[in-house]
């Protein structure tokens, strides 16, 4: 992995529009004279949403998870630790988006996957995602196998 992966991903231009004063544009703070109709602009200034934000590239990220296929979980995880210390708050917030596109499964009582995909409990990767196979612990992308569909459940049908 890049020893600089953190500023690829971080690093580009943020996107939004630029604010001005808002003491300008603002009605009466009271409630006083009060517009009957308002742009949607000028609520989005108020409310503070229209402001400038951060814009992610995640793509480097993705491709290098896309070319771990294959190997141990632990050893993907282990060098991607060993570049984004978690005692750095953007290299923390770049690990925090390994559960976007890495799904870890258990084995549940019964034999059954249960699935943690993001901030999504029990439901399984579609195809082309990667996931963890929680029996080998090596990094992998889903397939469906013939005749099997995702169900809205989440659930699938147990794999041996």
Request: glycine letters at 10%; a positive charge.
């Amino acid at each position: 992995m890049r020893e600089d992966m953190f500023k690829v991903i971080v690093e580009r231009p943020r996107r939004g529009w630029r604010t001005r004063k808002l003491s300008r544009g603002k009605l009466n703070q009271a409630g006083d004279n009060l517009a009957k109709k308002q742009g949607l602009k000028r609520q989005r200034m108020e409310n503070g949403t229209g402001t400038k934000h951060l814009n992610e590239n995640l793509a480097p990220l993705k491709r290098f998870l896309g070319q771990q296929v294959g190997r141990p979980w632990d050893k993907v995880y282990s060098e991607i630790s060993a570049n984004l210390s978690p005692d750095h708050t953007v290299k923390q917030h770049v690990r925090d988006h390994l559960d976007d596109f890495v799904c870890t499964p258990a084995i549940g009582r019964d034999g059954e996957w249960i699935w943690r995909r993001g901030h999504w409990e029990n439901w399984p990767p579609r195809p082309g995602e990667l996931y963890v196979h929680p029996v080998d612990g090596l990094l992998k992308r889903w397939k469906l196998k013939k005749g099997e569909s995702p169900r809205r459940d989440g659930k699938l049908p147990k794999r041996r």
